[in-house]
């Protein structure tokens, strides 16, 4: 099963969401509330384990900040769909920068929050229109200023190859391989747009047009 929290301070939107995972039977939605601090409350008192995946409203009425609630999910090992009206491209760009993993508007078809959350829950990168649009629209968001070098390694690295392939492809040592996607990490780092997985940096690349969102992509992290 795929645990699941929806978090979002309208009950009516919380209520549909859950209704649409209801429909899949490997998700269970576990947890549904007005706010990041009430679930990690339940997440203390029940003894729970914490969510696969946890469907966020961009902006909560407590006062937090989408960039502070990403963290303290993804601190406990969640991965985070924002949930949201995907027109606010700042909102929407410093919550990529926070490493949700994608978005999803409250005007999608409910069964494209199903496919959201499976496709996350897989450990597989979220593609979408209001995410493309979002990075596009918003030129705010920070050119890591890549070399034609690290673009080159960047791309074969995010579209699933190991670093010794990378090396192979570039006619490069293995050493110089790694130290290119430390480079290329620590140059998202400086923009606000950190990659510390390799499934991170496959979703820079493809932000960024170094790769085709279609690519092809491994699973490992590192």
């Not at 209520?15 to 209801?22: D, I, M, R, Y």
């Not at 699933?160 to 110089?176: D, S």
């Not at 996607?181 to 979703?203: C, F, H, M, N, W």
């Not at 969102?213 to 590192?222: F, H, K, L, M």
Request: aromatic share 4%; charged share 25%.
């Amino acid at each position: 099963m795929i645990r699941v929290a929806t978090i979002d301070d309208h009950e009516s939107v919380r209520l549909g969401v859950e209704a649409a995972c209801s429909r899949d039977a490997t998700i269970d939605v576990v947890f549904s509330g007005s706010g990041v601090r009430d679930y990690r409350r339940w997440l203390r008192d029940s003894g729970a384990d914490p969510v696969q995946v946890a469907l966020l409203d961009i902006t909560l009425g407590d006062g937090t900040t989408v960039s502070e609630n990403i963290q303290s999910l993804q601190s406990d090992g969640s991965e985070v769909v924002i949930y949201s009206v995907a027109d606010r491209l700042v909102a929407v760009r410093e919550a990529l920068a926070a490493g949700a993993a994608g978005v999803i508007s409250k005007s999608a078809p409910m069964d494209d929050i199903v496919d959201a959350v499976r496709t996350v829950a897989a450990g597989e990168p979220l593609n979408n229109i209001e995410w493309a649009s979002a990075v596009a629209g918003d030129s705010a968001f920070g050119d890591a200023q890549l070399s034609a070098r690290e673009r080159e390694a960047l791309a074969l690295y995010a579209a699933g190859l190991p670093l010794k392939l990378v090396a192979q492809r570039l006619g490069i040592t293995y050493n110089t391989a790694k130290e290119n996607i430390s480079r290329i990490r620590a140059k998202y780092i400086e923009v606000g747009r950190p990659a510390p997985t390799k499934i991170d940096l496959r979703q820079r690349a493809v932000e960024d047009g170094v790769i085709d969102p279609d690519a092809g992509v491994s699973g490992a992290r590192s």
